[in-house]
């Protein structure tokens, strides 16, 4: 699947709960079998105790997210954030997808 980051000014209610406490929000370019657009999102309320999710809410939450020096782990944090909200949605990502090309 190919995919593309941009920033918007806010993010729409979660499809989950319907609570405004979306943090990160992601569409995939590519459809779903039917015909639908893919979309991600971390939820401050759905996602505090996920495995993985609740690890990343944590991070955003105690501002690990603005400091530079965190990065790498901010990285690891989300891609184990992507791969879980993937699979409860029965997609999972392609293998060397972060391999330089």
């Given at each position: 699947?190919?995919?593309?980051?941009?920033?918007?000014?806010?993010?729409?209610?979660?499809?989950?709960?319907?609570?405004?406490?979306?943090?990160i929000s992601g569409q995939m370019l590519d459809l779903n079998a039917f015909g639908q657009q893919i979309v991600i999102q971390l939820c401050g309320?759905?996602?505090?105790?996920?495995?993985?999710g609740g690890p990343l809410v944590s991070f955003l939450r105690e501002g690990g997210g603005s400091a530079p020096e965190r990065m790498r782990e901010f990285e690891e944090l989300a891609q184990a954030w992507q791969i879980e909200a993937m699979?409860?949605?029965?997609?999972m990502r392609?293998?060397?997808f972060d391999q330089p090309r």
């Open positions: 699947m190919r995919h593309e980051t941009q920033r918007a000014p806010s993010l729409p209610p979660c499809t989950r709960c319907d609570a405004n406490r979306v943090i309320i759905c996602d505090a105790d996920a495995p993985a699979a409860a949605r029965g997609l392609m293998p060397g």
